[in-house]
C-alpha cells in the first residue's frame, strides 16, 4: 500500500516569497490534514478536510496561508507571503475514518526554511 | 483552552529497562488517545489507540494506560533497546470528526546500551 506522498521535501525561499506543497494521501482515505511542525514541538492543526469540504481551519493563518482539496483526493497548501517564522516542517496526514478513532498516516514532510 | 503536556526533559535509560513516559491533558475530556512515535526527519508513526473506556491497551512490549480522573495517560516500553530511540507524541481526541487531533510536544526517549 503506497503511503501519504509529499512534495517538495525541502524548500528554501527568502521572506515575502510565495511557496506552495503538494499532498497526495493513501488511496480511499476521506480525510486529510495539513500540520506544521516547529523544530522542538509537537505537530500544530493547520486545516482538516473531508473530502473536499474543510473541518477545521481555526488555526490557519488565513491572511497568508490557504490550502485546497480539489475533487477530494490532492491538496496544496500555499503561503503568500512568507515570514521567517514560517520555518517549519509541513506534515501532511491522511485518514480513512470520519471519526477520531482512527490512526493518521503520516508523509515525511517538506521541510521550509525561510531567510 | 485545552492543553496536552510530555515530559519536557529528555529521558534517558538503560537498554533492557522499562521507560515510562507521560501524557497529561487539561480542560479536556477526550474520547480517544493516541501514541507515535516519530524519527527525526520522518513524519510520525502510529502506535496504539485507547479509549475512555479501556484502563489499558498492550501490543508486543509496549503498554498504554489511561486514567479519565487523573487525567493522564502513561506509555511503557518494557525490555527497551536502542532502537526504540526516538521522539514519541501523545494526540487526545473527541468522539466526532469537529474534534480536532491535537498532539503534545513530545518526549525524546533515548536508550543506552
Known amino acids: 500500500e503506497a503511503g501519504v506522498a509529499q512534495s517538495p521535501r525541502y524548500k528554501i525561499i527568502e521572506k515575502r516569497q510565495s511557496v506552495a506543497f503538494w499532498c497526495n494521501p493513501i488511496?480511499?482515505?476521506?480525510?486529510l490534514y495539513w500540520y506544521q511542525q516547529i523544530l522542538g514541538q509537537g505537530p500544530k492543526l493547520l486545516i482538516q478536510f473531508q473530502n473536499n469540504g474543510v473541518v477545521d481551519d481555526s488555526q490557519l493563518p488565513k491572511d497568508r496561508f490557504s490550502a485546497e482539496r480539489l475533487k477530494g483526493v490532492d491538496s496544496t497548501l500555499k503561503i503568500q507571503p512568507a515570514k521567517l517564522e514560517d520555518s517549519a516542517v509541513y506534515l501532511c496526514?491522511?485518514?480513512?475514518?470520519?471519526?477520531?478513532?482512527?490512526?493518521?498516516?503520516f508523509g515525511s514532510g517538506t521541510q521550509l526554511s525561510v531567510l | 483552552s485545552q492543553k496536552i503536556e510530555q515530559n519536557s526533559e529528555a529521558l534517558n535509560i538503560q537498554e533492557g529497562k522499562t521507560a515510562t513516559l507521560t501524557c497529561n491533558y487539561t480542560?479536556?475530556?477526550?474520547?480517544?488517545l493516541q501514541w507515535y512515535r516519530q524519527d527525526p526527519g520522518r513524519g510520525p508513526v502510529f502506535l496504539l489507540l485507547i479509549r475512555e473506556n479501556e484502563k489499558e491497551k498492550r501490543k508486543e512490549r509496549l503498554k498504554v494506560t489511561f486514567d479519565t480522573t487523573l487525567k493522564q495517560s502513561l506509555f511503557h516500553i518494557t525490555a527497551s533497546q536502542p532502537a526504540d530511540s526516538a521522539t514519541y507524541l501523545c494526540?487526545?481526541?473527541?468522539?466526532?470528526?469537529?474534534?480536532?487531533?491535537?498532539f503534545g510536544s513530545g518526549t525524546r526517549l533515548s536508550i543506552r546500551p
Open positions: 494526540a487526545p481526541s473527541g468522539y466526532s470528526s469537529a474534534s480536532k487531533i491535537i
Open positions: 480542560n479536556y475530556s477526550p474520547a480517544y
Open positions: 488511496s480511499g482515505h476521506a480525510t
Open positions: 496526514a491522511s485518514s480513512g475514518a470520519q471519526a477520531n478513532n482512527e490512526k493518521l498516516f
